[in-house]
C-alpha cells in the first residue's frame, strides 16, 4: 500500500523549530517528488513545500520560504521538514504526499500516499 507515516510534531514556543519526517512504504520512493502540505483548523490544504527525485530540486510556499528546509533520504525513504522560526500561523497538522514530479505548492490533486499526518502547535 502506498503510504507516509509522518512524525516529529509537537508543542513550541513562537521562534522555536521542529524537524517533522515523513516515512514512505509500500513503494520506492526514489522515483518520485515529495510534498509537505499542511491544515490549520477551519482552513483548507496548503503546500508547504516539494523536493524533487534526486533532492536536487525543492520548492516552497512564500510563507515559509527562509524558514522551512525541506530534505529527503532516499536509502532510509525518508524525507525531512527542519522549521525554523516558528510562528503561530504554522500551526496546522502536516502531511505529505508523493507525485511524478513538484507541482506548484497548492496544487494537491497529482499527490498520492497521504499519512495520518502529523501536529504542530506553536503558541506560549
Known amino acids: 500500500q502506498f503510504s507516509f507515516v509522518e512524525s516529529g510534531g509537537g508543542l513550541v514556543e513562537p521562534g522555536g523549530s521542529l524537524r517533522l519526517s515523513c516515512v514512505a512504504s509500500?513503494?520506492?520512493?526514489?522515483?518520485?517528488?515529495v510534498s509537505w502540505f499542511r491544515r490549520a483548523p477551519g482552513k483548507d490544504v496548503e503546500g508547504v513545500s516539494c523536493i524533487g527525485r534526486s533532492g536536487g530540486n525543492s520548492n516552497y510556499a512564500n510563507s515559509v520560504k527562509g524558514r522551512f528546509t525541506i530534505s529527503r533520504d532516499n536509502a532510509k525513504k525518508t524525507v525531512y521538514l527542519q522549521m525554523w522560526s516558528l510562528k503561530p500561523e504554522d500551526t496546522a497538522v502536516y502531511y505529505c504526499a508523493a507525485a511524478m514530479r513538484c507541482y506548484d505548492v497548492n496544487i494537491t490533486a497529482p499527490y498520492n500516499g497521504w499519512g495520518q499526518g502529523t501536529q504542530v502547535t506553536v503558541s506560549s
Open positions: 509500500g513503494f520506492n520512493m526514489e522515483y518520485y517528488a
